[in-house]
């Protein structure tokens, strides 16, 4: 049987669609620009400038290792407006991240129209403070790699269905333009798993991934063997001694026992989840080998683990919505108790927001606060 074709975007949808945008762009930029000196601020700033004005920055800079161009090429863009470069840095890259927000609620939408998945994706992921922790490529990272997987579980819903595959590739090759590693892990945990229920039409997937990559990392037609050099002594440079990563016996072990549990459940009460059991397998497997390869490689920092922190936190929401909907105790407290998941998910954000802003402003100083904050807003016009 023919998969399913893709429900039209009727105006109701767009108009949601769009007020996302406006929401998730409007918390992103406020976020950005009260969030201090964030981590490797002046790198990728300084970079985009350098794009705008026509060039791109030295391969043997500190920039072009992930290359991180997926981003910076379309933020160069808003740096031609006529307002101030670092307002029009932080709007561009605002942009980038709703958008593909914006692209994760559609795709949580697609999966389950009847549930408020899409709402909870938003809420976890556009107001989200810890952004700015991550650098701005690996920001970037984080939300490409939810949609990377959401996109998967669509196409093994319908059925390998063209295309949708064509967009997992799109997807996976702006990912890898945007951070080569987690491009690469995503990439390769996938195609077995891919060819498993797609057979030869991975190539589709493998084809655009390839195509979007070339065209989003300009360094491979600069100089390749230099990019691939640089990016291997990066990588060597950024590792950290085994004593120094003491959080790394946590990482390993936690998503281990989450998502064991996670699977285990799915097949002693199959009626509380919609997921596929193989995806499950995937999604347990792929966090395994992730773990683990964090774990022995002794690479750099926690920052690295977040893309798929934050698949997992998406997923959570999915299963928790799943299980709020059939637990007599939760029907009885409220006609929707999906609402009450919802709620959870909104104080987690806040907390997470608080505990951000208490870190970087320790000694608050309310006024000194709302004066650069105008200031900030004037420096647009």
């Not at 023919?2 to 949601?16: C, D, G, T, Y």
């Not at 669609?17 to 981590?39: K, M």
């Not at 995503?186 to 891919?194: I, R, S």
């Not at 998941?341 to 608080?354: D, H, K």
Request: proline letters at 6%; a positive charge.
């Amino acid at each position: 049987m023919p998969s399913a074709p893709l429900p039209a975007v009727s105006r109701k949808i767009a108009l949601f669609g769009l007020g996302i945008f406006c929401a998730v762009f409007a918390a992103q930029l406020c976020i950005w620009l009260t969030a201090g000196s964030y981590t490797d601020k002046p790198l990728w700033y300084e970079g985009a400038v350098t794009i705008a004005q026509g060039t791109f920055p030295a391969i043997e800079g500190e920039g072009p290792m992930h290359p991180g161009t997926a981003m910076l090429l379309p933020i160069a863009l808003f740096l031609k407006l006529p307002i101030d470069p670092y307002i029009a840095y932080h709007i561009g890259l605002s942009i980038y991240l709703a958008l593909v927000v914006t692209l994760i609620a559609w795709a949580c939408y697609i999966l389950r129209p009847k549930s408020l998945w899409w709402l909870c994706a938003v809420v976890l992921l556009g107001p989200n403070t810890i952004y700015p922790k991550a650098t701005v490529p690996s920001a970037g990272a984080i939300v490409l790699s939810v949609l990377f997987v959401l996109l998967l579980l669509i196409a093994r819903e319908r059925k390998a269905d063209r295309s949708i595959l064509a967009l997992l590739g799109a997807c996976a090759g702006i990912l890898f333009a945007t951070r080569i590693d987690v491009g690469a892990f995503f990439l390769v945990v996938t195609l077995p798993y891919l060819w498993y229920f797609a057979s030869r039409r991975t190539f589709i997937t493998i084809g655009f991934a390839v195509l979007f990559f070339l065209a989003l990392d300009p360094y491979l037609y600069i100089d390749a063997v230099q990019h691939v050099q640089w990016i291997h002594y990066r990588i060597n440079d950024n590792r950290v001694t085994h004593i120094a990563f003491d959080f790394s016996f946590w990482a390993f072990l936690l998503p281990s026992f989450s998502f064991l549990s996670a699977f285990v459940y799915a097949f002693a009460r199959p009626r509380l989840t919609s997921l596929p059991r193989d995806f499950l397998l995937w999604l347990m497997l792929s966090t395994e080998v992730f773990a683990v390869l964090m774990l022995f490689a002794q690479y750099h920092p926690a920052r690295y683990f977040l893309p798929l922190f934050s698949v997992l936190e998406v997923f959570l929401a999915i299963f928790a919505l799943e299980y709020a909907a059939q637990e007599p105790s939760l029907k009885s407290i409220a006609k929707r108790p999906e609402y009450i998941i919802l709620a959870f998910f909104i104080l987690a954000r806040l907390i997470r927001a608080v505990a951000n802003y208490g870190a970087e402003y320790a000694q608050l100083n309310i006024p000194e606060l709302l004066i650069s904050g105008v200031m900030s807003i004037l420096h647009i016009f």
